[in-house]
């Protein structure tokens, strides 16, 4: 099975990340993609968000009726509140999925061009394929920039303008996505009472409005 991870805090999960979903899913022939809502991400835990119950019946409620998108706890936070570092559910992954499956990583072109900063991230280069998705107007070459050139393949060279080879796996460069709007927009637009139509899938939509989410009461620490 060609499986991928697409993870994040999804604080909404909206339809930006759907559209990217449902364009690799086509693309790359996956056969399904684990959404995985973050408990307590490490670079947020001085931040706010919304507690994880929440999100990850946002993220449930977005999958509905794709059977290829499946919402995933593989990070729920522990009693501890301990951070989740994305190198530790790979390996998780990778220990529950057969050897001959392959394992993707679904990312967005800013958070891949962060990737120095993540907890070993040569080791999860190495351990899984990405799928990073690029934003228009945005020049994918700076992709080569955040691979340690002792993990391209030789010889290094780019087997194609939407794809990178590396010694162990390969990064897939899936362009055309258009992203409308942010979370962080979509939650000041709850906020604000702002009309949203369209921002986030309509299941999504009536969950915030009837658990009054994103107003400043309704907000936690930590990533609960």
Known sequence: MKIAIFGGTFDPVHTGHMRAAKAALQK?????????????PP?????????????????????????????????????KHKPHYTIDTARRLRRLTGPSDQLFFLIGMDAFLDLPQWRQFRGLLDLVNFIVVSRPGFDSREIEQVVPADLLAAPRKRASSSMIRLRKTTLHILEGIKVPVASHEIRQAFRRKHQIAGAVPALVERYILKEGLYSSENRSTGGQ
């Open 28 to 40: 790359y022939h996956l056969d399904k993609i684990l959404f995985v809502p973050t408990g307590c």
């Open 43 to 79: 670079h947020k835990i001085s931040g706010r968000l919304t507690e994880f119950h929440h999100r990850f019946a946002m993220v449930a409620l977005a999958c509905a009726g794709n059977p290829q998108m499946v919402p995933s706890a593989l990070e729920a936070p522990d009693a």
